[in-house]
């Protein structure tokens, strides 16, 4: 395994242990941050992960998540609730 692949794993690994710590709060990824936030008791947590866009995407779907952009055309991040 390559270290590109290695380090993508390590931080899917972060990804998946942010969100296991909260299963069911709604989180938004931020692109231009590299960001995966969540909204506890009117507190906002990120984690900056070192991934693509579509690799946060990609594993939130594969935790039960549906990620879609906000109605409003002028936001960036998405969107992502449990399914």
């Known amino acids: 395994m390559s270290n590109n692949e290695t380090d993508t794993s390590k931080e899917l690994s972060?990804?998946?242990?942010?969100?296991?710590?909260?299963?069911?709060?709604?989180?938004?990824?931020d692109q231009k941050e590299q960001t995966l936030c969540r909204g506890?008791?009117?507190q906002r947590e990120c984690v900056k992960l070192n991934l693509e866009y579509t690799e946060m995407f990609s594993q939130m779907q594969k935790l039960g998540f549906f990620c879609a952009l906000p109605m409003d055309p002028t936001e960036t991040y998405m969107e992502c609730k449990r399914v």
């Open 40 to 42: 506890v008791n009117g």
């Open 14 to 29: 972060r990804l998946d242990e942010f969100v296991n710590k909260a299963p069911g709060s709604e989180y938004t990824i």
